[in-house]
């Protein structure tokens, strides 16, 4: 044979094998380089669909679950990961058939049938299975902030910022693969199960009710939650016919109701200033104090710790424009979603009776700890969620509105921001690029003193 021979053999045996379903591409990685978190998250492929099922007991204390995956290959995948922190996977299955499956800590690793190679090509949508099960776990954040599946004393919440959605369901869990999602929560009959978007059914069998929950817009992992317990839940729709769920606490509820009668109002509010509100319902999940430390923005309806102010009602309503619809790229753009929230209270303060937004400026310049470090770049995880990623942030977002100095067009800008966005990522050099070119002034200083310069810059 022929040198030239028997290499055409090998192409002809090697495309054959390929047209029989041999392995072809490469391994996805087993992160997307987030700066903070370089694991999180895989890369490879694009989630479309997540229609997760799960089941608990009356403590919220075992959790099984299926997650079907959909997901949309972006190269010729030979391997994909999964981030998924605690639980046991029972299996696992790309395409219907079962696929190999290797765990190393929070990465899951699958390793399709070689019969269905051909559906993991670049470009080729393809369905993963995988059935888990065990007791969920808490994940304890950077900065000592406990995540993921938070039990209390009547059930279970999750939440999901930065990293706590992987201690529910496998996924891939950074915030640049947003997808839409069906999750039906099955709880002891009694209990209700609360998560995001719309309810599209509930049923009673046997003792155990499934409350099948439906978000359609697209959703970051992190915006993911499910709240377990014994919740009064509420349903009322706007003047435009918004749909607002409630679930409160009974605990919480004589203190909770009045500023929950106030979402639909606030909305309003904020769309005159930032435009057509994003999703398809709204609401709130109010747990009782002790159920976690912090408030959330999870989609559709942010969970409070407890009966909130009305100001920290706004912040995580405004998050719906600010990080829900519009989301960060990587977790060092959290200062998007934080500078514009915390400059959403300070607009909405001002507007009904407290403080000006200039006092609110003054305020947090005076304020030391808002100059640790520069709101774009936060030194390590720890520091996400601290002060100069709010306070200075909104200071960033005010410089802006300053150096323009109109504020039709500046209110302008920032809805064209979100509506150039919408259910999509973005990033800070998205945002100062979009800015720059719609301010009609010069932002290079707003830029290099306030966004990413290290020292109190001098108020001019
Ligand atoms: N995003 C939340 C808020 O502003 C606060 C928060 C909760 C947070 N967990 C976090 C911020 C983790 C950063 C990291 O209402
Ligand atoms: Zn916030």
């Not at 890369?43 to 669909?49: A, I, N």
């Not at 696929?99 to 670049?122: F, I, K, Q, S, W």
């Not at 929950?260 to 609401?283: D, Q, T, V």
């Not at 520091?383 to 100095?405: N, T």
């Amino acid at each position: 044979m022929t040198l030239v021979t028997a290499l055409t053999a090998l192409t002809a045996l090697t495309a054959c094998t390929a047209g029989r379903g041999a392995v072809v591409g490469t391994p996805g990685a087993a992160g997307v380089r987030d700066p903070y978190f370089p694991r999180l998250g895989n890369g490879g492929y694009d989630v479309t669909h997540y229609d997760l099922s799960i089941g608990t007991d009356a403590a919220a204390e075992q959790l099984s679950g299926t997650a079907v995956i959909t997901a949309r290959a972006t190269q010729d995948l030979s391997a994909f990961n999964l981030d998924l922190a605690g639980l046991e996977v029972r299996s696992a299955t790309v395409e219907g058939r079962p696929a190999a499956v290797n765990r190393a800590g929070r990465e899951l690793t699958l390793r399709p049938d070689a019969a269905v190679a051909d559906r993991l090509r670049e470009g080729r949508t393809f369905r993963t299975v995988v059935r888990y099960a065990g007791r969920p776990r808490t994940v304890t954040d950077a900065d000592g902030s406990d995540e993921g599946w938070l039990r209390n004393a009547h059930g279970a919440v999750a939440l999901g910022e930065p990293t706590g959605s992987m201690s529910w369901f496998p996924g891939n869990h950074h915030p640049g693969d947003k997808a839409s999602y069906d999750i039906r929560v099955t709880v002891p009959e009694g209990r209700s199960a609360v998560s995001n978007g719309e309810l599209a059914s509930r049923r009673t069998e046997g003792g155990r009710t499934t409350f099948h929950w439906r978000v359609r817009e697209p959703m970051a992992s992190y915006l993911a939650t499910v709240a377990i317990g014994r919740y009064t839940v509420r349903r009322t729709v706007t003047r435009e016919g918004l749909p607002v769920v409630t679930a409160v606490d009974p605990g919480s509820a004589g203190a909770s109701a009045r500023v929950l009668a106030r979402i639909p109002e606030m909305l309003a509010w904020g769309e005159k200033r930032f435009g057509p509100y994003p999703f398809s319902s709204a609401g709130a999940i109010v747990g009782r104090p002790g159920d976690a430390e912090y408030a959330l923005e999870t989609q559709n309806r942010p969970f409070l710790p407890g009966p909130p102010d009305p100001v920290l009602l706004v912040h995580e309503l405004a998050h719906q424009w600010f990080g829900d619809s519009v989301t960060p790229a990587s977790w060092r753009d959290m200062w998007l979603n934080e500078g514009f929230a915390t400059y959403a209270e300070w607009l909405w303060e001002e507007d009904h009776g407290g403080a000006t937004v200039r006092e609110s400026f003054d305020e947090a310049y005076a304020d030391r700890s808002n100059w640790a470090f520069p709101p774009s770049r936060p030194p390590g995880a720890a520091d996400l969620s601290r002060p100069p990623v709010y306070g200075r942030g909104a200071m960033v977002v005010h410089r802006i509105r300053e150096e323009m100095d109109d504020d039709e067009a500046f209110f302008a800008l920032v809805r064209g921001w979100l509506g150039a966005h919408r259910h999509g990522n973005a990033s800070t050099a998205d945002f100062t690029a979009y800015a720059q070119k719609s301010a009609g002034v010069d932002l290079t200083e707003v830029w290099d003193s306030w966004l990413d310069g290290g020292s109190r810059p001098v108020r001019g």
